[in-house]
């Protein structure tokens, strides 16, 4: 097995199943109340697993490696103590990218079909996608359910930090140990700063000037204060043809 995907299959996911005690967003805050109206929690019959974000009235997207025993989403909610049943609704269909083998070769995306459209309102919201390559000027900022510090408790508001994006030639050198990154990937947090996602974060978005650019993909192993490798994002805007073909094929 190559070493990229020795080392990333498993160690470096944001997603760590039920031990990862949820997202973690690590020294953001509270993300306010009428904000980030796209964010979905993926949850299975115990609760929260993974991150996501709702980008048509039934199509959420998310990590490829998010797939594992997810059976609905939650929407309209920042706080997952209060979820009832007009917050769930059921997955009907999975979309993994047809490249996405594990983390380590990439396409780590994948479009989960909802049970029923939803009624986009003061609580729910789609969020648009780019329409092309992003700036590396862009202000971005990644959100999350769960701990806010390395193997701390979970918690269950919804949290928000700003992060920066990196030099993808920057972040390529300081994975180099690991062999080449995945194709098509972005790099922002985690790097030089104390800011960004960790375990049980996966396939939320990073959102640069009201844009969903990224999918929260992997960090460095359970390292949540960094600040030694970028966090990587699965890049958006190299998937586009793919998405659009699935939405329009399955709507």
Not at 39 to 60: P, T, W, Y
Not at 76 to 92: A, F, R
Not at 221 to 248: A, F, G, H, R
């Amino acid at each position: 097995m190559h070493p990229l995907h020795t080392f990333l299959l498993f160690p470096l996911l944001a997603y760590l199943g039920r031990s990862a005690d949820g997202s973690e967003i690590i020294n953001g805050e509270l993300a306010p109340e009428n904000s980030m109206l796209y964010m979905a929690s993926l949850q299975d019959s115990k609760g929260h697993l993974c991150g996501g974000f709702l980008i048509s009235e039934d199509f959420v997207l998310t990590a490829a490696h998010c797939d594992d025993g997810i059976t609905h989403v939650v929407l309209g909610t920042h706080n997952l103590k209060s979820v009832n049943d007009d917050n769930k609704i059921s997955i009907k269909q999975k979309y993994k990218h047809k490249c996405y083998e594990n983390v380590g070769n990439g396409s780590d995306i994948m479009l989960l079909k909802l049970s029923k459209k939803v009624s986009l309102n003061r609580r729910v919201q789609t969020i648009p996608l780019p329409t092309s390559e992003m700036n590396t000027q862009d202000n971005c900022k990644v959100a999350g359910w769960g701990a806010i510090k390395t193997r701390g408790p979970a918690v269950d508001d919804l949290r928000v930090v700003d992060v920066s994006i990196i030099n993808l030639e920057v972040c390529k050198e300081q994975w180099g140990h690991i062999g080449n990154l995945p194709a098509n990937v972005i790099c922002a947090g985690g790097y030089g700063t104390e800011k960004g996602f960790c375990q049980g974060d996966s396939g939320g978005p990073l959102v640069c000037n009201g844009k969903a650019v990224g999918v929260v993909s992997f960090n460095n192993d359970n390292i949540c204060k960094y600040p030694e490798k970028p966090n990587v994002y699965t890049d958006v805007s190299k998937y586009l043809p793919w998405i659009n073909d699935v939405l329009k094929r399955y709507k």
